[in-house]
């Protein structure tokens, strides 16, 4: 069977600071500036999640979408949206919650939910101009 990429495409708004504790004030001013607002600041995300395998040939799909969504869902959205990546996110405590970092983070949540596909690419969008992809090396 072909082996194709399906994507599910979610969005969610949620608020960080990006911030060293391990380093000065000043520095953490210089090196994130606006980002690094004592005060917090919000994005509106975008996230592709893309999966990758053979078509069934029961159903001709590779990965039920809606059974993609579920999961994002569980496992992404419930978690992060409307909420404070450095205050309320568990699997962000203690990480600089830059956009790389949270694509880390939610591949290591996501790989494990789609089997017998597999996960591909995780594309974050931070702003209309600002993304990220990873995809698990
Ligand atoms: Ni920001």
Redesign the pocket.
């Known amino acids: 069977m072909p082996t194709v990429t399906v994507t599910r495409r979610v969005r969610f708004n949620a608020a960080?600071r990006?911030h060293n504790p391990a380093l000065p004030d000043d520095e953490n001013a210089r090196l994130f500036g606006k980002?690094n607002n004592p005060n917090w600041?919000g994005?509106n995300y975008t996230l592709d999640v893309s999966v990758e395998g053979p078509m069934d040939p029961k159903t001709g799909y590779v990965f039920d979408l809606a059974k993609l969504k579920a999961v994002v869902q569980k496992e992404i959205t419930d978690i992060v949206d409307h909420r404070n990546f450095n205050l309320d996110v568990p699997f962000m405590k203690d990480v600089i919650p830059t956009t790389e970092n949270i694509v880390v983070a939610f591949w290591k949540l996501l790989a494990p939910k789609v089997a017998p596909a597999a996960l591909k690419r995780l594309v974050l969008w931070?702003t209309e101009n600002n993304y990220v992809e990873y995809d698990g090396r």
């Open positions: 960080h990006v980002c600041h994005h931070e």
